[in-house]
């Protein structure tokens, strides 16, 4: 394994990030080692990085979508061989471990949140994918969210409704797609401009997220219909109040999983369930395997799952990632993506 380098934040909210040599990486059982080919800027990075509270230990590694080539393979992580192309879901937000941080040139995943992706994908391509894959189902598979059924290549189909705030989003697209595979219907929101991509992202049915009545709007089309819950993919106060009044009218399941990180009590009528939900949840439940080990790498290599977002590739090595977090804050719906060759 060649010198491991990282892009570091060496301080509270100190800018840009320093490029310095970092510990080598290993794997521990249920771990692998991957030589990073891409990585991808989510808003969670900006935060960490300009968050006017000065609560982590320094210096300390960002990055949480990842994607490269497998060089090392613990004794339990049997799904993976050494030279596989892999996407993951890189966990240093959740661990406080610097090995699981994305911007380096090796990272450590968690075998239960890393798939294999075909030859047919590009590294670009997939590394848009995990922490809205992660989140998504969290929101959709947990038995404390919605409970769905698991997603499946053929999956079997249901009556039953999934209604999706945010539904072109990078976090809304994931729980669009995932929850169609698993045999749903979903009614999603999106602006006006956005409703064929929502189509062909699955959902059934889209409204107008502006819509002056929106959760009205939401419960009329779904009127007779059986819902299996909300995903809040926004995770805004007005989301999350249209997410629980749409459900509140709707025969089913009435439950709520949002992004957001705070729920007051009483935005929740009597009857109805909201949860706030994080993705890293899934590393310690059967979710984890049940999409990255059971569905994604098939769905993947079968072409079932659409590629979304699109990425826009903004620099090549650890040193162009300040510039492209920069850039992430005003991407125009893509994925700000820097390469590591």
């Not at 049997?78 to 879901?89: A, E, I, K, N, Y």
Request: aromatic share 6%; net charge negative; charged share 20%.
């Amino acid at each position: 394994m060649d010198t491991n380098f990282a892009a570091l934040l060496v301080g509270h909210k100190r800018k840009p990030l320093v490029v310095d040599e970092a510990e080598d990486r290993f794997a521990d059982e249920s771990e692998i080692v991957i030589r990073n080919a891409a990585v991808a800027m989510n808003p969670i990075d900006v935060t960490m990085q300009e968050s006017p509270w000065s609560v982590f230990n320094y210096p300390l590694v960002l990055g949480v979508d990842v994607a490269g080539e497998v060089v090392e393979v613990g004794s339990q992580a049997t799904q993976f061989s050494v030279g596989d192309r892999v996407l993951g879901h890189a966990l240093r937000l959740a661990t406080e471990d610097d090995r699981h941080g994305a911007f380096q040139n090796y990272t450590v995943l968690m075998s239960n949140m890393a798939c294999v992706i075909p030859p047919s994908m590009s590294y670009e391509n997939a590394v848009v994918l995990p922490l809205g894959v992660s989140t998504a189902a969290a929101a959709l598979f947990q038995e404390d969210t919605l409970a769905l059924q698991p997603p499946r290549v053929d999956p079997e189909e249901r009556d039953v409704w999934v209604i999706v705030l945010g539904g072109t989003g990078s976090v809304g697209s994931n729980g669009v797609r995932l929850a169609v595979a698993a045999g749903y219907k979903v009614i999603a929101t999106a602006s006006p401009r956005s409703f064929n991509l929502a189509k062909q992202l699955g959902a059934a049915e889209v409204v107008d997220y502006k819509h002056p009545e929106v959760a009205n709007e939401l419960a009329r089309m779904l009127s007779g219909k059986e819902i299996a819950g909300a995903f809040d993919a926004n995770g805004q106060e007005d989301t999350i109040k249209t997410a629980i009044a749409a459900v509140s009218q709707c025969d089913g399941n009435k439950v709520v999983a949002t992004v957001g990180d705070w729920i007051d009590p009483a935005w929740v009528p009597r009857g109805v369930k909201a949860k706030p939900i994080m993705g890293v949840a899934i590393r310690d439940n059967e979710v984890g395997q049940m999409v990255y080990e059971d569905f994604l790498p098939y769905a993947l290599a079968l072409e079932k799952y659409m590629k979304y977002p699109d990425p826009l590739v903004f620099g090549d090595g650890l040193g162009s990632i300040q510039d492209a977090l920069e850039k992430s804050k005003s991407s125009g719906g893509k994925k700000v993506v820097v390469t590591i060759k």
